[in-house]
């Protein structure tokens, strides 16, 4: 023990090492550098503490110090801390090994595996010395009565099936609740291939692969994988959970526990904690979708299969991200398994938004996906939150008319018209030709407001704005700017003919009388009109030539009337 101890101080250059049994018995290797008078005594006091130390019955090295609480504030840079190896013999845990400095220790990889070497040739315990008292654990590491035995019988009693399995998938053990589950007889079961014996979901990834096909039948965490058993009820689904392993005894091994699964994935008929958790997930609006770096599914709620056009067993827990959903880009391309947003964030470690449409029954709906990386059982997983946004989209689509439209009309307001003549201008370079605007204004509209009300005026303004959008093409576009004035814009291909042929066209609707209920009214309307083949002109400047013409055509037919009336 005393060369152990010494090769482990001089291995990560400390200052002192100790070896501690199970029981609290302490031995200890301190160097003379150590100046306190209590310094051996510290080092004992900290070799026992850290047999409390959660990771002290584990299979790696954990890091340790002592409280500076008991220790006097005159010298604060003495305060101990140390590295520890755990110290195993004929699978039973005796002990700890220690190296102990006045800083924490950090070590490269040959320390580490130096000091784990070092811990795996200590192969007893030492006894107490005389005098010492035993530790508090002192009675709880008794060999258990029976031994082998008696192991292989709790293993028999595990609520849950146990499967061990060599790296390359031979199964080397399985308990006997492992036999009920499935029927097979346990002796039936030693020696086969796992890839043989279990049945993983349809589209598992990597089925062509052996290696990597063990990997995700026996090495599923989390919420693990559901899994048929060849030769078993073909209804049976069990749910196999299980973690790689490197074990003294058996070298790398897989450690699996298989127990009942739900069918389908249905959230109701989870069992214990984790079916209240996912029927808690259920009942969020939201979509919840997380996957772990094998692409397998380990959450997911009912709105997140809703969301994607999913049927409820169509995305289980325990299975691969579907590779068919009906979920669209918006330019109405279908998604792939690669383009969405969880694969993404997954494999380029970032977080993806974006938007997709969902198709269904010729309903269509938005759905926004926000995913972000996420470490899922040690791996590089991913969380996407799937949410609705069709109600936010029109929402804003409504606001966006709004800001565009005429709000008591409907047809343009001036924004939209100035970006609309801004086009037109910009595309006579290209095409030729010309763009025109009809600039018109009521006649005696106020008369109509102060003898009828305003409420008339309204719907006397809101049937010249139905009569000019059933009287121009598609492409034209009725915009009211205020008032009574309307401007009608498009393209033609002649300055003349073209023009005079829409102007007459309009002036012929908006003179025919309007009707509201006994009502009858008669309206005329004063027009301007101008056009352009200069993609140079700017759409105020148009608007202001055809505003004027519109003012001398309405200034002529006043002096024409008077002159008649003389």
Partial sequence: MDETLRLARDLCLGVGAFFVTAAGAVTADVSDVMRPDDAEERVHALARSCLSHPAARGQGLFWSAESTDDLSAASPEWSLACVVAPVWHQGRWTGLLGVVDVWLPELDEEQRSGLLALAASVEGAPAAPAGQAAGPDAGAQRTAPGGEPFVGELLDHLPDGLVVAR?????????????????????????????????????????????ALVEQLLGAAGSGRGVHVAGADPAALLNAVGRRVESRFAGDCF???????????????????????????????????????????VVANRAARRLQGLSDDELQVGAPLPARVRLQTVEGHALSVDEHPVVRSMLDDVPVTTEFLLVDDD????????????????????IAVLRDVTAERERQAHLTHYALHDPLTGVANRYL???????????????????SLIYLDLDRFKEINDEHGHDTGDEVLRAVARRLERAVRGEDVVARLGGDEFVVAHVTESRLSDGDAVVARLRKVLSAPY??????????????WVSTSSGDESPDSLITRADREMYDHKNRRRAEAQEAVR
């Fill in 167 to 211: 790296s390359d998938g031979t199964i080397v053990l399985v308990n006997q609740t492992f036999s009920d589950l499935t029927g097979l007889p346990m002796d039936t079961v030693l020696g086969e291939d796992a890839t043989r014996l279990l049945v993983p979901a349809p589209g598992t990834p990597g089925a062509g692969d052996h290696g």
């Fill in 255 to 297: 450690i699996t526990l298989v127990r009942p699964g739900h069918p389908g994935g249905s959230a109701e008929s989870a069992q214990g904690a984790q079916g209240g958790i996912q029927a808690l997930l259920d009942h969020i609006e939201d979509g919840i979708i997380c996957c772990d770096a094998r692409g397998t599914v």
């Fill in 363 to 382: 309903v269509r709906r938005y759905v926004s996906v926000s995913s972000h990386p996420l470490r899922v059982d040690g791996g590089d997983g991913a």
């Fill in 417 to 435: 018209l100035i970006d609309a003549l801004r086009r037109m201008l910009d595309g006579l370079t290209r095409r030729g030709g010309f763009v």
């Fill in 515 to 528: 009707r509201f209920g006994d009502l009858v009214l008669d309206i005329g309307v004063s027009v301007g």
